[in-house]
């Protein structure tokens, strides 16, 4: 009996443990719930148009797409994607494709703002401007 006891818990209480561990959901895992889905920007101008598309998983991947039309046509753009974190109402993507700095949004219910623009004006001298991105439904 004892044996059969100890024998029947070695098998369960892997599965069991695994079970718990799967079903305790971290804070990022919460936050990433919410916020999985596709963001655009859109900017035109004087004779073009940008459109970005940043899609996040649930799995921590992201992917971004961009869109660039002007007057002699649809120009030619290169894709990006890679893995994100989130700390808090911060998202970190870090790209697999452009290595350096990870990119970083605040994140503000549907929308994603950009958090790099301080950095980069203190690296380069430049105001590169705020990117807003809004989740499309």
Known sequence: MIRATNRLL???APVLAACVLL???TEEDKTREKIVGDYVSEYRGD???VKDV??????GTWK???EILTRKGRQPTSPDSGTFRITGV???LRSLVQGGVPVRYTIL?????GANATDAK???GRDIGEEVLVRQR
């Open 54 to 59: 940043l899609t996040l998983t649930p799995g």
């Open 10 to 12: 070695s098998v369960w």
């Open 64 to 66: 971004k797409s961009r």
């Open 122 to 124: 203190v690296f380069t």
């Open 109 to 113: 219910g549907d929308t994603l703002f």
């Open 90 to 92: 911060t998202i970190n």
């Open 23 to 25: 079903s305790c959901k």
């Open 47 to 49: 004779g073009f148009y």
